[in-house]
Nanobody, 126 residues
Framework: QVQLVESGGGLVQPGGSLRLSCVAS????????IAWFRQGPGKGREGVSC????????YQSDSARGRFTISRDRAKNTVYLQMNTLKPEETGVYFC???????????????????WGQGTQVTVSS
């Protein structure tokens, strides 16, 4: 059975950093598109970043680009999201998701992803 388990969320001040982890079982992260989505209070689910390890492709949202980094550890079957210079509007539940990669790699559309974790809460506040 496929499971995705996120961790690493918490309370951080504006300008601070967090590293989120997504530990996968039942699938090999290199062979899937793996994405991070954020759902803020009263908001929809928005794509943050995605990657396809076997293709060496990465896609980032405009807001994440330059501050966030997605990466993987193949030995641990884990995908990470390093978030730097966090902003209050980036508060929300962060979800890890896995789906089939396209020829072009991945995109930040929720319906592309079949498997979802339960999410980890990130709060950016003073």
């Amino acid at each position: 059975q496929v499971q995705l388990v996120e961790s690493g969320g918490g309370l951080v001040q504006p300008g601070g950093s967090l590293r989120l982890s997504c530990v996968a079982s039942g699938l090999t992260v290199d062979n899937y598109a793996i994405a991070w989505f954020r759902q803020g209070p009263g908001k929809g689910r928005e794509g943050v970043s995605c990657m396809v390890g076997s293709q060496g492709t990465i896609y980032q949202s405009d807001s994440a680009r330059g501050r966030f980094t997605i990466s993987r550890d193949r030995a641990k079957n884990t995908v990470y999201l390093q978030m730097n210079t966090l902003k209050p509007e980036e508060t929300g539940v962060y979800f890890c998701a896995a789906g089939r990669p396209a020829v072009y790699g991945c995109r930040l559309q929720p319906y592309d992803y079949i498997h979802w974790g339960q999410g980890t809460q990130v709060t950016v506040s003073s």
